[in-house]
Structures are given as structure tokens and as C-alpha cells.
């Protein structure tokens, strides 16, 4: 509205004077709230730039690769240039022997005035020695602490004379979706260089199974692995780690490990020189849609338990068919949720875990251990077989027979796996769907366990008694179990 406009309607209204000069005024502090509110972004990027430079680093490594040994065999035995490539070969062979050096790029930055570093794993991964460029300049020498190749951090140590300048971590669960973010690092061997963005996204996992990445537009390229991005604070809230990108370069998509992964795996390995995750034992799966109405669940949340190995788990009575439900007082929504909630709490602490089991919750007290101990944990075997059973039985697509020890041998299964094999599955079935293919073992049906073909009638007709649309089977292939739903519907047509 402009001034004139604005005499004219209250020349028109005839408003008090008073009335319309307050009401100007209003009008003015609400324009310049929207004017700031639009406005988002910094007039510069300058003075934050200024304030984390000199705790921003370049990281230059050196790697002794093997020497090529020259190919032999290149002319037939015999020819007459046999004698002339042996000589070529004598003559080049030292030099194609001789090891030699590699040199590779990254960033990172420092975290203490006494000279840890942070940066990522696979900056450093392999490398024999590894220098430490700083943006005032000047150049150290930098041994590594510890390496978490599951989150991709690495923290090293730089000895100095003098206090180093240092950032600080900011709280990553604080920062939201549209938020201003700043880049520093190493992009392409350019040395230091600032690039600016925002979060595009939250919770981004990439392959890891403690991902937690924060997604940025903020320009990311080779070279800025291990380097910092920072809040509007000048607090690093990630590390980034890697990109999206059909070319190997920028196109808006980046990702930095959140800073509250970062600063649990990095405190970890400045007091132990590794990491300590705190394991539950047990192998889980989703629950689906299918699957939840399949156990009678209200909702498809929480983590289906498909194997319980020796373990804290077992030791506490968790059972194969439990659904996690929550951990140690947080709800569990799905799987990820769970490994990262286990993950991250203190080894031999002892939770309250609640599982769904037959309907009903059930409170269960187990006692971490240690994931990094348990890696090679072994699933608990099954139960010996029953013998004389009938030769096949065909129901939900499945062609079933009893698994005995010629199976066992042909599918490589231990002596005291049981359960029923999968010979053929129809191809326009739903289990063929799904994912089971003959070879796959079945191991309970309707969370029972099942060694006779004749008892895959009971639990179909007890899940039907109960008003169940789906039965859940338990399916294990290389050893590896998961919880499949099949409609009972399609049985009914067979």
C-alpha cells in the first residue's frame, strides 16, 4: 500500500489521527519482521569462515604400493624374439619391481589445543605416513589413535609446541531441515576452501549400520572427505563423508556423518584406541504390514526377532518370534532404531527390554555385551529331526519335504538343523513373490516349530481359528534366518 493510498483511505474513513498513526506503526513492524524472516541468510559468511579456518586442516598421506612385475610368457617358447623381450625384461625388471610411493588427499580438523584431529577412515586407511597441513601454515607429522571403519571416523594425534587453535562439536539432533551450513576442506587438492548450503535432509543412512547421516547442498567433492561442516555457531555438527554424483563431482547432494555419532566413536577412541558398542545378541528383522497381522499386532512397529545365539539375549529368556517393542525406556520403531539405541549404550549395563511375545508384553532385564567381541557369534542350533516322514506335501505355493540328512548334506546344513525344505515353490505364487525359492529351509510355521509335514495343517488351521489373513513362517537360507507372512487366502484357493 502506498503513502498516497494509504492518506486517501484515511481521508475516506475519516479514522483519528492517533488511530492511524498506531496503526502505521504496526503496519511498518510487521513488514520488517516478514523483510528479516525472508531474508534467512547472512549477509557473509566472512567472519564465520575467519573464526574456524585456522582448526581446519589439509591431510596429505603416502602409501608404499608394490612394484609390477614385468608379464611373462608374452612370445611363444622358442620364438625368435624369445631372446630379445628377455633382455627387455632383464634390462626394465628393477624398475617394475621396485615399490612405490602413492600419495592421496583429504581434510580435517583439530578437536583439542593439545592436538587430536578428527578426519575419516578412509582418508588414512592403509597409509604409512600421514602429514598434517595447517591453514596458518606449517606442517606435522600425525599418527593415528583409532579407526571406526563402521562410521567411517578416524582420530589422529599431531605433537606441537604450541596450543592449537580448535573447534568445538554442536549438538547435530538441533540442527533442522533448511538450516544454513558451512563446508571447509581440502575439494580436489585446492587447499582450504569454503563452500555453503543448507540441511537438505536428516537421518540419511547410506549403507552403515549406524548411519545417521546429515545431508547437505553444500558443495562437496573429492578432497573434502574428513573435513567439517558447521552450524551458523561455527560448531561442527558433521563430518563430511561422501557423495551422490553420476560424475564423481558436486551435484548438490552430499552427506556428513551426524556429530552425535561422531562424538560418542571419537571419545571411545581417545580413551580406548577403539570402539565399545554394546551388543544384545540377537538377529531381527522388520515388521511389516503382513507380518504384524499375521502375530496379531496392533501396529507394524518394532523389531521382529528371528535367532537368539548364546548371548546376553538368551541369557535373559529371549525367545525366536519376540518383537522388540522398546529398549532401555525408548520406544523401537523399527530395526535401525534398535541397533543404533543397542549401539550406543555403555557394554554391561543391564536395560529392561520389552518384547510383544504370544500377545501379551513381557518385560525382559539383559546385560549388554560387547558387539565387538561377539562379532563371530554363532546362531543356537535346532532341535534333531523326526524320520519316516511322508515324501512332499504341496500347500501355499510351496513344495515341502522333510529335511533329512541327504538334504542336510546337499544344502551344506549342520547335522542338527531341522525343519521342512522347500523343493519348489509355484512361480505365480506369493511365496515365489517373496523371496523363497527351493533350497530355503522352513523352520517354524505360525512362531511354532515344525519337523512333520503334517503339522503344517495344524498351524494353518489354528491361525484361521484365530481370524488370522496370513501365517508367518520362518525361513532360513545359508543359515541366515527371516520371518516371511504367506495369505492363507491363496491356500484356501489350492
Known amino acids: 500500500m502506498t503513502t498516497q493510498a494509504i492518506a486517501t483511505d484515511y481521508n475516506r474513513q475519516m479514522l483519528p489521527k492517533t488511530m492511524w498513526l498506531a496503526f502505521l506503526a504496526a503496519v511498518l513492524v510487521f513488514a520488517q519482521a516478514l523483510s528479516a524472516a525472508a531474508k534467512g541468510a547472512p549477509d557473509s559468511f566472512a567472519e564465520l569462515a575467519e573464526q574456524v579456518s585456522p582448526a581446519v586442516v589439509n591431510i596429505t598421506t603416502s602409501t608404499t604400493v608394490a612394484g609390477r612385475t614385468a608379464p611373462q610368457g608374452i612370445v611363444p617358447e622358442g620364438s625368435p624374439f624369445e631372446d630379445f623381450f628377455r633382455e627387455f625384461n632383464d634390462r626394465n625388471g628393477d624398475q617394475q619391481d621396485r615399490p612405490r610411493r602413492s600419495s592421496a588427499l583429504g581434510s580435517g580438523f583439530v578437536i583439542s589445543e593439545d ?5 575419516n577412515n578412509h582418508v588414512i586407511e592403509g597409509a604409512d605416513e600421514i602429514t598434517i597441513e595447517f591453514y596458518e601454515g606449517g606442517e606435522l607429522p600425525a599418527k593415528v589413535v583409532g579407526t571406526d571403519p563402521n562410521t567411517d571416523i578416524a582420530l589422529l594425534k599431531v605433537e606441537s609446541d604450541e596450543p ?13 531441515v533448511g538450516d544454513w551450513v558451512m563446508a571447509m576442506g581440502n575439494p580436489l587438492g585446492q587447499g582450504f576452501s569454503v563452500s555453503a548450503g543448507i540441511v537438505s535432509a536428516r537421518n540419511r543412512a547410506l549403507s552403515g549400520t549406524y548411519d545417521d547421516y546429515i545431508q547437505t547442498d553444500a558443495a562437496i567433492n573429492r578432497g573434502n572427505s574428513g573435513g567439517p561442516l558447521f552450524n551458523m555457531d561455527g560448531q561442527v555438527i558433521g563430518v563430511n563423508t561422501a557423495i551422490l554424483s553420476p560424475n564423481g563431482g558436486s551435484i548438490g547432494i552430499g552427506f556428513s556423518m551426524a556429530s552425535n555419532v561422531v562424538t560418542r566413536v571419537v571419545d571411545q577412541l581417545q580413551e580406548y584406541g577403539e570402539t565399545r558398542r554394546g551388543w544384545l545378541g540377537v538377529r531381527i ?5 503382513d507380518v504384524a497381522e499375521a502375530m496379531g499386532l496392533e501396529l507394524a512397529n518394532g523389531a521382529l526377532v528371528t535367532d537368539v545365539p548364546e548371548g546376553p539375549a538368551m541369557e535373559a529368556g529371549m525367545e525366536s518370534g519376540d518383537v522388540i517393542v522398546e529398549f532401555d525406556g525408548r520406544e523401537v520403531i523399527d530395526t535401525r532404531t534398535l541397533v543404533r539405541q543397542v549401539g550406543n549404550t555403555e557394554v554391561g549395563k543391564t536395560v529392561d527390554v520389552v518384547v510383544m511375545r504370544d500377545g501379551e ?10 558387539r565387538e567381541e561377539a562379532q563371530n557369534a554363532v546362531p543356537a542350533s535346532q532341535p534333531q529331526s523326526t524320520p519316516n516322514e511322508p515324501s512332499e506335501k504341496e500347500v501355499l505355493g510351496l513344495t515341502l519335504a522333510p529335511l533329512n540328512d541327504e538334504m542336510r548334506s546337499e544344502l551344506g546344513l549342520d547335522e542338527s538343523a531341522s525343519g521342512l525344505v522347500v523343493t519348489d515353490v509355484d512361480e505365480m505364487s506369493q511365496a515365489y513373490e517373496k523371496g523363497l525359492r527351493a533350497g530355503d529351509v522352513i523352520a517354524e510355521v505360525g512362531q511354532q516349530k515344525v519337523k512333520a509335514l503334517s503339522e503344517i495343517d495344524d498351524r494353518i488351521a489354528e491361525a484361521k481359528d484365530a481370524g488370522r489373513k496370513s501365517i508367518l513362517l520362518l525361513i532360513r537360507r545359508a543359515g541366515e534366518p527371516r520371518f516371511v507372512a504367506l495369505s492363507l487366502d491363496e491356500e484356501s484357493e489350492e
Open 164 to 176: 592449537l587453535s580448535f573447534v568445538s562439536f554442536g549438538n547435530s539432533n538441533d540442527a533442522r
Open 361 to 370: 508384553e513381557q518385560t525382559l532385564q539383559v546385560t549388554l555385551g560387547r
Open 285 to 289: 528383522q522388520d515388521v511389516t504390514e
Open 115 to 119: 592436538g587430536y584431529v578428527v578426519t
